[in-house]
């Protein structure tokens, strides 16, 4: 080898055993930060609080009790004092309460009401109402039964008019029998009202003088329209119904301010949802059902009648309701049996002394989230340790595979030195016998 060749070589291994030694410290800054982080991670397992299990026994407090023999009493507080009153000497003040059943009137808004309004057609049979009468002619007449100044009219009523549907549907009747007709009779009554009845023709007294003084009934037809509610039918609340009657005062009790001024014919009642009986204004079922949408242009809509779309409906009801009833008194109470828990009760506003009755009760809704909060807690420092181990489990991979390729660039620079060796005593070789002319 030339020397010019051996000096190009030198400077070769020199710039790569340079660049060995600068990626070296690349990989040890790397492994530093790598060390930095798993140590941030540390502590961060070292700052997480372990959850603690809750003890019941944190949830378990002493309750006492008392009866007067009509109610049933929960002391709920105690407080020392000292508080004399007309004389006596009390040295507790305390807060308990009972339960009371209290019939009350609820408003509860029907989310759904899928309310309408329906024919309510009725049929009343008026007894003897018309009778057939001498016409003063040779002839016969209808006329008013009682009265027979007030002449009746018979007339034909046509099958496809609304009186007729009206009539099958009272009757509860698909149709009239082959070839019968159905009449109606109208006349004025002595107070000057229209009026008019109907007549099947099979029943119709014929107008001959034969059948003179002779009487028929006749049935009048009434449409009172209803609503329905859902698939419950509303009735016209009726106040003889003693069951409505106590159920309706109650709420007009309760909410005057709905109901004040509204006739009770314009209240209707209704039972749904295991026979709870329900009442709701005339009005309000009218604005009900006014609100449904009908003119959606959107066809991607489909609206298969306007009750779905209602708006609410306030409908009312009265029930039963348990409520907490709490007073807050002084009273003496005494430890008499030396267990550290009292054993009587003396209130200022009760003449007579009662037995305390003592239990532990431990909060089980107060335990239950406590343990839902432990439950939760626990989930989370297990998500926060297996993060954590997630990302020591990665810094560990990263600097197991820097410190591969430190050994990797350690074994190529103890090459490089080898070799760098050898090329310098080629150059040493190489200038000795080019430059020196005499041996010494």
Do not use: H
């Amino acid at each position: 080898m030339g020397m010019a060749a051996s000096q190009a070589r030198y400077l070769g291994l020199t710039a790569r055993k340079t660049n060995v030694e600068y990626e070296g410290q690349q990989i040890n800054q790397a492994r530093t930060a790598l060390g930095n982080q798993s140590a941030t991670l540390w502590n961060q397992m070292l700052s997480l609080s372990i959850p603690t299990c809750p003890n019941t026994t944190d949830y378990t407090t002493v309750q006492y009790s008392f009866s007067d023999g009509y109610n049933d009493y929960t002391i709920s507080n105690v407080q020392s004092v000292e508080k004399e009153i007309d004389g006596v000497k009390y040295n507790k003040q305390i807060t308990y309460y009972y339960n009371q059943d209290t019939f009350k009137g609820i408003q509860a808004k029907n989310t759904n009401p899928q309310a309408q309004k329906i024919d309510d057609w009725s049929a009343t049979v008026n007894t003897d109402n018309i009778e057939v009468v001498d016409d003063g002619a040779g002839g016969a007449k209808y006329a008013l039964a009682g009265d027979n100044t007030i002449e009746v009219t018979r007339s034909t009523v046509d099958t496809k008019s609304a009186e007729y549907a009206a009539y099958l549907k009272a009757n509860k009747l698909d149709a009239l029998d082959d070839g019968e007709e159905l009449y109606s009779f109208s006349y004025t009554d002595a107070d000057g009202n229209e009026q008019t009845v109907y007549q099947r023709g099979n029943d119709v007294i014929g107008l001959d003088t034969a059948n003179v003084g002779q009487k028929m009934s006749s049935a009048s037809l009434a449409n009172n329209p209803s609503y329905m509610v859902g698939n419950s039918k509303a009735t016209v609340y009726d106040p003889n119904d003693k069951e409505q009657l106590a159920a309706f005062e109650q709420i007009k009790n309760d909410f005057p301010e709905q109901f004040d001024g509204v006739d009770p014919s314009e209240v209707y009642v209704y039972k749904k949802t295991g026979n709870q009986m329900f009442f709701a204004k005339k009005s309000d079922l009218d604005e009900c059902i006014a609100s449904g949408q009908v003119d959606v242009k959107d066809d991607r809509f489909q609206i298969s009648s306007q009750i779905d779309y209602q708006s609410p409906l306030n409908q009312y009801y009265a029930t039963t309701v348990s409520q907490k009833v709490e007073n807050t008194d002084y009273a003496i109470m005494d430890d008499n049996s030396g267990s550290g828990r009292f054993s009587n009760v003396k209130l200022s506003t009760m003449s007579d002394t009662f037995e305390v009755q003592s239990e532990e009760v431990t909060d089980e809704n107060a335990y239950n989230d406590a343990m839902n909060q432990y439950n939760y807690d626990v989930t989370c420092y297990e998500k926060s340790m297996a993060d954590i181990n997630a990302k020591t489990s990665v810094i560990q991979e990263q600097d197991r595979q820097l410190e591969l390729r430190l050994k990797q660039l350690e074994t190529e620079q103890k090459a490089l030195t080898t070799e760098m060796d050898a090329v310098k005593g080629i150059i040493s070789k190489n200038v000795e016998s080019t430059f020196k002319t005499f041996s010494s």
